[in-house]
Nanobody
Framework: QVQLVESGGGLVQAGGSMSLSCAAS????????LGWYRQAPGKQSELVAV???????NYAESVKARFTISRDSVKKAVFLRMINLEVEDTAVYFC???????????WGQGTQVTVSS
C-alpha cells in the first residue's frame, strides 16, 4: 500500500507564494511518477504537475512559469512551489503517485489552498 500526506496549504493573497509538500510511505520506488492534482469547487480534478524519476516535468498550461515541482526520491517526497498565485488557483491540492511497476495510481487526502483577491 501507499500512503501520501500533504502539508503546506492555507490562505494567501493573490500574487503571493506558497509551498506544498507531500511525504510518501509504503511501496514507493524511486522510479515512480510523483505529482500534484487539484480540484476547484464545482470543477473536475486536473493535473497540475508531474515529475518522473529522472527529473522530467510536465505542467498544466495554466501554471507554467509559476509553479515548480521537485522530488526527493531518497526521502520519498514531492514538493510544489507556487508563486504569483491567482484566485483561480484556489483548490484542494492532492499529492499523486503512479507506480511504474503496477500502473496503479494513488492520491493523498488533499490540502486546501485558498487565494484571496
Amino acid at each position: 500500500q501507499v500512503q501520501l500526506v500533504e502539508s503546506g496549504g492555507g490562505l494567501v493573497q493573490a500574487g503571493g507564494s506558497m509551498s506544498l509538500s507531500c511525504a510518501a510511505s509504503g511501496r514507493i520506488s524511486s522510479h515512480d511518477v510523483l505529482g500534484w492534482y487539484r480540484q476547484a469547487p464545482g470543477k473536475q480534478s486536473e493535473l497540475v504537475a508531474v515529475v518522473t524519476y529522472n527529473g522530467s516535468t510536465n505542467y498544466a498550461e495554466s501554471v507554467k512559469a509559476r509553479f515548480t515541482i521537485s522530488r526527493d526520491s531518497v526521502k520519498k517526497a514531492v514538493f510544489l512551489r507556487m508563486i504569483n498565485l491567482e484566485v483561480e488557483d484556489t483548490a484542494v491540492y492532492f499529492c499523486y503517485v503512479r507506480r511504474v511497476e503496477t500502473g496503479r495510481e494513488y492520491w493523498g487526502q488533499g490540502t486546501q489552498v485558498t487565494v484571496s483577491s
